[in-house]
């Protein structure tokens, strides 16, 4: 059964930084895509960044330039570096795997809470 387990969420003060951790086990493929995605309550679920096989990486336009993402593809791990964060990035952020239409699957972490507070 394919898991993705994320870690690194806690609570920072404005301008701090941390790190998410996300890793896939359960399967011996490597995702087409993986990504980090965040969410609070009331709104819907948004991109923050992703990264394919290829390298290609998408970012929100909320946190460009201030959070990086990067994968470790051998291992199927996904990283998400978040510098100068501010009370608008306080989320549960999720770890996200998916495939093509071709060939289509999509899986979900249990969720990271990183909140951002003085």
């Known amino acids: 059964q394919v898991q993705l387990v994320e870690s690194g969420g806690g609570v920072v003060q404005p301008g701090g930084s941390l790190r998410l951790s996300c890793v896939l086990s359960?399967?011996?493929?490597?995702?087409?895509?993986m990504g980090w995605h965040r969410q609070v309550p009331g709104k819907t679920r948004e991109l923050v960044a992703s990264?394919?096989?290829?390298?290609?990486?998408n970012y929100s336009a909320s946190v460009q330039g201030r959070f990086t993402i990067s994968r470790d593809i051998a291992n199927n791990t996904v990283y998400l570096q978040m510098n100068d964060l501010q009370p608008g990035d306080t989320a549960v952020y999720y770890c996200?795997?998916?495939?093509?239409?071709?060939?289509?699957?999509?899986?979900w972490g249990q969720g990271t809470q990183v909140t951002v507070s003085s």
């Open positions: 359960g399967g011996t493929f490597s995702p087409h895509t």
């Open positions: 996200n795997a998916h495939g093509t239409p071709i060939i289509p699957y999509n899986y």
């Open positions: 990264v394919d096989r290829s390298g290609t990486i």
